[in-house]
Nanobody, 124 residues
Framework: QVQLVESGGGLVQAGGSLRLSCAASGRTFRNYSMGWFRQAPGKEREFVAAISWSAGDTLYADSVKGRFTISRDNAKNTVYLQMNSLKPEDTAVYYC?????????????????WGQGTQVTVSS
């Protein structure tokens, strides 16, 4: 059974930083691309960042480019999201997900397992 468990969310002031972690189990982690998504109240879930199975390639939403960094440690079956220069509009529940394959993709339909989410709140 595949399990993804996010951690690291919390309350931070605008301009601050947080580092999210996602621990994966139940699948050969290194064979799959991974992604981070977020969902704010009343809005659809949106893509934030993705990283290829080898960590050689990354993809970011325009809204976070230059502020967020996705990384992974295949030895620890963990993917990270370093979030700097946080803004109030970054407030959302953040989810990690594992893609169905090795391709670097942004659409939610390409991800087949999801974590339970971790809340990030950025105060102004």
């Amino acid at each position: 059974q595949v399990q993804l468990v996010e951690s690291g969310g919390g309350l931070v002031q605008a301009g601050g930083s947080l580092r999210l972690s996602c621990a994966a189990s139940g699948r050969t982690f290194r064979n799959y691309s991974m992604g981070w998504f977020r969902q704010a109240p009343g809005k659809e879930r949106e893509f934030v960042a993705a990283i290829s199975w080898s960590a050689g390639d990354t993809l970011y939403a325009d809204s976070v480019k230059g502020r967020f960094t996705i990384s992974r440690d295949n030895a620890k079956n963990t993917v990270y999201l370093q979030m700097n220069s946080l803004k109030p509009e970054d407030t959302a529940v953040y989810y990690c997900a594992t893609a169905a394959g090795r391709a670097l993709v942004a659409g939610t339909r390409f991800y087949d397992y999801w974590g339970q989410g971790t809340q990030v709140t950025v105060s102004s």
